[in-house]
């Protein structure tokens, strides 16, 4: 079927139903940032690949709203599909409900898969669309049409025991219990993939990216019912889970469960993470408590021995790391080497590497004016050559059974401009502020960025992104509720929270430069004004000075910068051959 | 009549309307930060004579809610008094409404002055108690005990003239009609005597520092009818008001017009600057729009005369200051200064520059110790000998015909500790981080407080109290919406703001430092990356360097402590004799 076969496909079911919009969203009933191939509607339906996006379907309209990040790839890839683009004013803004509102009359149907859609979206859409006599209905129109959908994943899972990550399920349980009893709640309906993963020290490769298994858990007091496909694990897993008080249930089971809730009893439901679908089976007497995930903070704070295996993963990846950036300097100017096959040696180097599993999220590899595109990824059309001259910018992760790295480097390939060196030591110094910093606790995320963008900012320089965001262990690169970024989100920075800091200068046509770690947050202080917290770096990967213009530096970011480097030097020099060891200990001498 | 004759006599009528508690804020209908004695309430009660405060009387219980600031004083003016102290765990929180939801029998009636409640306050009571069957009516049974309760304040107001101020009382009217339309609103209530006194360009005496007139106004499209007492104006501002389509009636009759507002019209109300009392006058039909007064960013937002002419404000203000200061380090040691006599001498030397209508709030002139404590206020009993040795902090300001300053310095008298001069030089670097930051147009207060602290926290200190907070144009010395503080208060800082930035470090029994400027916000340079803000810097008096620990200083920070020094010394200069320039010139040279 072509794009537009599937269009005529999609609105002869509407007519029928009469049905005036239909909505596609990209998501799944987790509400995930990766999808399984069974939830690609929006590249079966339109070809648009993009990760963020919507489609909206009427009888004479079809269109993509989607932001500039991918203006341009949408225009490419909608050519001929029958959508048109609609872009975004602002990015994540639900802009298409407006316009259903302006565009259908009164008393029309809205459709969409209700199981696509968060309870927040649902209840926007709902309420908004209220207001002008629309009405919301579930339906599915593309599994009618969609012959070779794929199946949902039946890759195993595994369980990580308990001593590899510091908590065992019955005691994570138990702390569940705790928030529910806080918050006067009978069960607890857990759909998003992280939250699971930590709750059952459970992990898999049903995604890209993101080590986690499709399924749900509902608790209560008494019970902790997880509902995944029986297949992906063994009968020894389902009997550890068995002792730690879990029963598993097939995946499907979640909607029934769900539907038969006692009447009068009430569920802890967090509205950004779960699905308006399971919302609307709940028996109508069911009181919805809507709060965020306990699971969300008690796993942002890492345990004794999820930063002890993390601080194993930074040596594994710091050595990785160190063997592409000696063959990048060795090697340029003298063979060919691309973003893409760049891109491809370092994913080999951290292959080497015992325990390592995927990388965490998509390589960014730009070189020269592609590394002033943030979310740059290199195709076989973009991909450049390495000259030796202007920088190069990395941004990759690994995902090892004991932790999760992310890591930004912009290195030097040769020449530079006098605008080069002067950007990427400011970039620098708002990096280096931002690592050691001491705050007091109770400190939020907005806080650490406004200092880590000051010296940015005294030059009239700015980023359009955040400073940091949180991190999985071994789980997902992306991870709440801590963020340092300039809007006001009160979350306090606590102990054992694993955060990026990664300031950036970004000048289209010319270059990008970023230098990110992670830092784990740590007790520095208790003076008569209270306790203070600080940052220990735990990536381990040499910080290049040679084009660091050293009096823009305090005296204080100098001995910071050589205090880490040596650091890196005297952390992976134990696992480099004496070649190797040669080559860091140059990279990270002392400025 | 005793304190314990006036409880009897309150429960008397509390008795005989079947009301189970009394409740009495301090207030005044206006809301404002200092009341006119005719609502000096709590006081009159219970003796105590601090400025916050709720008392609450059942028949077996008195008590007066206040936060730390107050504890000491509060249980020696309370003693006797038949109310007893209820500490407050968070300052400004009602925690008194807990207490009631929990003490009073389901079916209670509470009762209070509703003139006297925001209708912020009543609505949180009214929900939180109505969960318990109890409910909300409104009483007042002071006035009936209160033989001599002073009458509201009858002295004059004046108008300003339009070339002094910058902006036309019809020009303004137009904005808060832009307003309206915008919110869909037909009517609009002005409570708050800021707002009042910045739309009609009208200024009074009618309470303590705030140069204030007790009005109200009813704004729609076609009309502004002011509401006060009629003999504060002569018959030529009446005219002139008139003129900008204002109409003068009765104070007492904003209520009666409030009650017979067209049926179904819509009315604008800023839910914390107006009383509930007139929220409950209003038609059942009458659609209550609950939003920030479009005044108070307007006002916020300071015209070139205004900026002008606070511009001359300061150079009067600096001319006093050089001469208290001068006087103060030529005395010390030699004649007996106090605490209570340095704030007046330096009252004596405001007084003498043309234009000077007032402090803009109680001087806080602290001795050694009594500086730690940040809102200390000297009494005869408290009032400490100044010595030739260790701080002295004066935060001042002053209410001038063009404008209102507010100014902290904290000099050295002798001998200093080691101590003291890193904390003086650490609160110095604040300072001055702030003072000379550039900022992306849109940046928050709390982006601007966190870059303020960043030089003390390093030192493992913090301070209890925010960098800053908005100033008035020849009015309030605290005015929103703006302010440098850790909340999450999401208000950008905008061109024409004027603010203070006044970090400080507090060793208590030992000493307290702080330093205030206050800025404007300017227009700094505009690159690709954006427009870019900076602050001008407004206050015109010497910061003494003679302790301060130049090493611990950037050269950044250098420069602009001596750039400053020599500012004040060109713009003070002019109008000081040929002994006070000597002088000034010492205490600004470079360092």
């Known amino acids: 079927m072509t794009y537009k076969e599937k269009l005529t496909a999609i609105r002869k079911q509407m007519h029928a139903d009469n049905v005036q919009a239909y909505l596609i969203p990209s998501a799944d009933p987790h509400m995930s940032e990766y999808l399984p191939k069974h939830y690609n509607c929006i590249p079966f339906t339109s070809g648009f690949r993009g990760s963020a996006g919507t489609l909206v379907i ?17 225009a490419e890839q909608l050519d001929g599909s029958g959508f048109e683009l609609v872009k975004l004013k602002v990015q994540h803004m ?41 009405s919301l209905t579930h339906k599915d129109y593309l599994n009618p049409i969609w012959q070779d959908r794929p199946p949902l994943p039946t890759d195993a899972a595994f369980l990580i025991e308990e001593q590899h990550i510091g908590q065992s399920v019955s005691s994570k349980l138990k702390e569940i219990r705790a928030a529910l009893t806080k918050y006067q709640a009978d069960f607890h309906l857990v759909s998003s993939l992280d939250d699971m993963a930590w709750l059952f020290n459970i992990r898999g490769k049903d995604v890209n990216y993101n080590p986690v298994v499709l399924s749900f858990a509902l ?21 550890t889970l068995l002792k730690n008080g879990v029963e598993v249930f097939p995946y499907e089971a979640i909607e029934n469960a769900l539907a038969h809730l006692p009447e009068n009893s009430s569920i802890l439901i967090d509205p950004k993470r779960n699905c308006y679908a399971y919302l609307k089976v709940l028996p109508a007497t069911v009181k919805v408590i809507k709060e965020t995930n306990p699971s969300t903070v008690l796993k942002a704070v890492k345990n004794e021995t999820e930063l002890a295996n993390t601080r194993t993963a930074m040596v594994k990846d710091g050595v990785a790391l160190t063997r592409f950036f ?60 390495l000259q030796p001259e202007s920088l190069f910018l990395v941004d990759s992760g690994g995902q090892y059974f004991y932790g999760t790295t992310d890591i930004t480097r912009t290195i030097s390939l040769g020449t530079n401009t006098e605008e080069e060196c002067m950007d990427y030591t400011l970039v620098l110094k708002g990096m280096i502020d931002g690592s050691k910093l001491r705050f007091p606790k109770g400190t939020c995320g907005y806080q650490i960025d406004a200092i880590t963008r000051k010296p940015i900012w005294e030059q009239g320089i700015n980023y359009g992104h955040g400073t940091g965001h949180g991190v999985g262990y071994f789980l997902n690169v992306h991870e709440g509720p801590q963020v340092f970024n300039p809007t006001n989100n009160p979350v306090a920075i606590e102990l054992g929270m694993i955060t990026s800091i990664e300031p950036g200068i970004y000048r289209p046509g010319k270059h990008g430069i970023r230098i990110e770690n992670l830092v784990n947050t ?3 202080t208790t003076t008569e004004f209270g306790e203070f917290y600080a940052f220990e770096a735990l990536t381990l990967a040499a910080i290049n000075t040679r084009i660091v213009k050293k009096t823009l530096l305090e005296q204080s970011q100098i001995q910071w910068l050589n205090d880490y480097n040596a650091m890196v030097f005297e952390k992976l020099s134990p696992f480099l051959t004496t070649e190797e060891n040669n080559w860091l200990k140059k990279e990270t001498q002392a400025i």
Request: hydrophobic share 35%; proline share 3%.
């Open 219 to 239: 608790i209560n007091q008494d019970y902790a019912k997880l509902f995944i496909n029986p297949n992906k694990l063994t009968e020894a897993e389902k009997e």
């Open 326 to 385: 000696k063959w990048i300097s060795e090697n340029i100017g003298k063979i060919k080497i691309t973003e893409l096959s760049a891109a491809a040696k370092l994913r080999s180097y951290r292959a080497e590497q015992n325990g390592f599993v995927g990388d965490s999220f998509t390589t960014i590899s730009a070189y020269k004016a592609h590394g002033a595109l943030p979310h740059y990824s290199a195709s076989t059309e973009s991909d450049s050559e």
């Open 94 to 134: 639900p802009e298409y409900i407006q316009w259903l509102g302006e565009t259908l009359p009164h008393g029309s149907v809205v459709a969409t898969d209700e199981k696509l859609l968060s309870i927040l979206s649902g209840d926007l859409l709902t309420q908004t669309l209220s207001d002008k006599g629309i």
């Open 58 to 74: 009427t009888q004479d309209f079809a269109g993509l709203w989607t932001d500039s990040r991918y203006f341009e790839q949408a």
């Open 522 to 524: 740590v007790s520095n």
